[in-house]
């Protein structure tokens, strides 16, 4: 080795960290450290790493060496994965409790007896994703406000959550959904609207949350039956069914025969947390959630399609779950996000996460 090509090497290391030192992470000092001095190393005196590549069954050094450079792009891919994940975290976690203080200021003044809860009343609030769902908007708003404010001794109020919609959605609620409706800053996915919703019915200490698509495949009048079965079972976890009572794969007007298989590899998949999911459409989201459940999925809140991955973390706390069979409808205008090619990509992706969650909380 030259005393010339040691210098340019030192020099190229010392120029990197003069320009980027500052903008690397300090937790991953070390790392950076140790590879450095494994390239000046292999630089400067390649063969003294013979007796460890032999060691590891490596013929070659530069074998070793390209090796160690892999490892470490793939440490560094990792950790920039992880660090993006817990920023997107965070953003998710200041979008939705922005906009679950707004929507708990406008419930406290228009309405605060849902909130001051008389007598041995429960509370429940209907939940409404809404993103780009312009063409449903009016249409899910009339039949939102024929909803009976009441069944049994359960009050029932509703909330459209605007997740950063591209199109009128948002100029659509403030006109047919006024005092209804929730903004977010940021398009947070259908994991974050839920979890808006988990924090407003904290804040205002309601019973249950009814989830609810806005695109108008959910029969928004069976929400009080739905409601009323779930306290009827004490159910934590009721899930509004498209299976129930039909063969899984009987064809069915509001999804696909591969959305059906996939609900079935679903179900099965979820037979890892427990002695068996008892509910043969895990992809649904239409449901009620208890106050237990609420309390259990705030901190777990996953990242994306939410309904398979809380069916599992429900399953591990041994939370009370249960399916009500309901008739859906097909999408009365709008795209689903699960067409296509997206349909199988999602799979892929609740799947994959449905095994790492098992891996993570095996010992739960």
């Not at 013929?59 to 994965?81: C, K, R, V």
């Not at 779930?230 to 299976?243: K, N, Y």
């Not at 696909?256 to 947390?273: A, C, D, M």
Request: proline share 5%; glycine share 8%; aromatic share 8%.
């Amino acid at each position: 080795m030259s005393i010339l090509l040691t210098l340019l090497l030192l020099g190229f290391l010392f120029f990197l960290f003069s320009q980027f030192g500052a903008k690397l992470s300090a937790g991953a000092s070390l790392i950076w450290w140790l590879i450095s001095l494994f390239l000046v190393l292999a630089t400067i005196l390649p063969y003294s790493l013979t007796p460890i590549a032999h060691l590891l069954g490596v013929q070659l050094p530069s074998n070793l060496i390209l090796g160690g450079l892999i490892l470490f792009l793939l440490f560094l891919s990792i950790q920039e994965a992880a660090i993006s994940t817990s920023l997107s975290r965070k953003l998710r976690d200041t979008v939705t409790t922005l906009a679950a203080r707004e929507f708990e200021s406008v419930l406290r003044g228009r309405r605060p007896g849902f909130i001051e809860k008389p007598g041995d009343a429960r509370t429940a609030l209907v939940i409404l994703p809404a993103f780009n769902e312009e063409s449903n908007i009016e249409a899910m708003a009339k039949r939102m406000k024929a909803l009976p404010e009441r069944t049994g001794d359960t009050l029932i109020d509703y909330c459209f959550v605007d997740d950063g919609s591209h199109d009128r959605t948002a100029s659509l609620l403030r006109k047919h959904a006024p005092g209804h409706y929730t903004s977010h800053i940021s398009n947070t996915g259908v994991a974050g609207v839920i979890l808006t919703g988990f924090k407003i019915a904290k804040a205002c200490d309601a019973d249950y949350v009814i989830q609810c698509d806005s695109d108008g495949q959910h029969p928004v009048e069976e929400i009080p039956a739905l409601v009323s079965e779930a306290i009827r079972q004490s159910a934590d976890l009721l899930v509004g069914s498209r299976f129930v009572n039909r063969s899984r794969l009987e064809k069915h007007e509001s999804t696909t025969r591969i959305r059906q298989l996939g609900s079935i590899l679903l179900h099965k998949t979820l037979s890892l947390f427990g002695p068996g999911s008892p509910v043969r459409d895990p992809t649904s989201g239409f449901r009620v959630y208890s106050g237990r459940a609420i309390g259990q999925l705030i901190p777990r809140m996953p990242d994306e399609y939410p309904e398979p991955e809380s069916l599992a973390i429900l399953q591990i706390c041994r939370a009370r779950i249960s399916e009500h069979p309901v008739s859906m409808i097909a999408r009365e205008g709008g795209e689903s996000s699960l067409g296509g090619i997206r349909g199988a990509r999602f799979m892929i992706k609740v799947l994959t996460a449905l095994l790492g969650l098992r891996l993570r909380t095996w010992r739960w």
